[in-house]
């Protein structure tokens, strides 16, 4: 999934990353959980689908996979052993212009579900059991990351000693473009991690303000339909419906 690269992608990836990252409002937060609230659904589930709208309104592609990654912590006694068991989930989404927005919810929230069921499966041996040809220009299989975590300080206590969440510049990209939410005491970052020599940083700001105008368009339930979804600013849609259409041209007498 190619999405809207700017730049031709390397034969080989170079893995240079850089991020965007935003706080979403206090406002726009009660409105996404009192939506989550109204139709039985998680914040994840709700943002996950607004990121297939956009996904699907960038590229027109209509079938396409989205990589989650999760605990990997199933496992009997997994939860008390020190390590790394994260493992990333390929999630098959179904969007069209037709789609109407709550079943396409319902898709990203069952999607989820039926991930977290089979999240211990290894995600190497799914790209071996399909045979997909090796290419060192891109990830197999998942090129685009979602993922939505809750952090909160008191969420880990070790007598004898003070825990608290270490933030860290980024200086990589494993994928071509992951959309991160990260939920603390103080609300929902948004952060987007993207690889430099494929995206520049004006696509990246721009998605997001897209996707931001989205969510908006889609809590306050203003579209039905994945198609009359609107995520234009007035600017820019004064600038792609009149700014850019202006046309008059005088006309010889003869």
Known sequence: LDLCPARARPAIRAFTGATVSGRMSSHTEDRLKDFCRLKRRTPASVLLACYAILVHRYTAATTFIIGTPMAGRMAAGAEQVV????NVVPILMNVSSMTHIDQLIDQAWEALLEGMDHQMYPFSAIVQS????????REP?????FNYVSVHSNSLSIPGAEVRPFR??????KYDFALEFIEDEDGIESLIVYDEKI??????????????LLLDQVVDSLANSVGTVCFLGEEERQQ???DWNQTQAPFPES
């Open 240 to 242: 792609l419906l009149v």
């Open 168 to 173: 860290t510049d980024i200086f990589n990209a």
């Open 83 to 86: 390590g790394l068991f994260a």
């Open 141 to 145: 299989l998942v090129q685009n990351i």
């Open 130 to 137: 399909l045979g997909l040809e090796r290419d060192l220009s």
């Open 199 to 212: 995206f520049d940083a004006a696509f990246v700001r721009r998605f997001n303000e897209h996707f931001c």
